[in-house]
Nanobody, 126 residues
Framework: QVQLVESGGGLVQAGGSLRLSCAASGIVYNINDMEWYRQAPGKEREAVACISTVTDSDGQTYYTDFVKGRFTISSDHTKKTAYLQMISLKAEDTAVYYC????????????????WGKGSLVTVSL
């Protein structure tokens, strides 16, 4: 069983930056990717970024178009933690951000995720 806990959310002005963390505990050896999702009020959950943790593609990253160039996903295997560095934040980035893990590799499909954190709220003010 894997437990994921997000942290680092908060209030930031447009154009600012924020760094989210996702700490994993428990049995994590079977996790092949870590993904970030977000859900704004009244909207459906959407994929944000993914980083592969499998041996042959460790560190490979993927991003959705609306965050590409602004967000960076990374991971620290020693700390068992994934990160989402966000810069040039926009008001439309306001959402609850969730980290999730899967043993299927990066998919950007919430239905393929085996483990979820409870989310961290990011609010971007104008």
């Amino acid at each position: 069983q894997v437990q994921l806990v997000e942290s680092g959310g908060g209030l930031v002005q447009a154009g600012g930056s924020l760094r989210l963390s996702c700490a994993a505990s428990g049995i994590v050896y079977n996790i092949n990717d870590m993904e970030w999702y977000r859900q704004a009020p009244g909207k459906e959950r959407e994929a944000v970024a993914c980083i592969s943790t499998v041996t042959d593609s460790d560190g490979q990253t993927y991003y959705t178009d609306f965050v590409k160039g602004r967000f960076t996903i990374s991971s620290d295997h020693t700390k068992k933690t994934a990160y989402l560095q966000m810069i040039s934040l926009k008001a439309e980035d306001t959402a609850v951000y969730y980290c999730a893990g899967s043993n299927l590799g990066c998919s950007f499909s919430q239905y393929s995720m085996s483990d979820w954190g409870k989310g961290s709220l990011v609010t971007v003010s104008l």
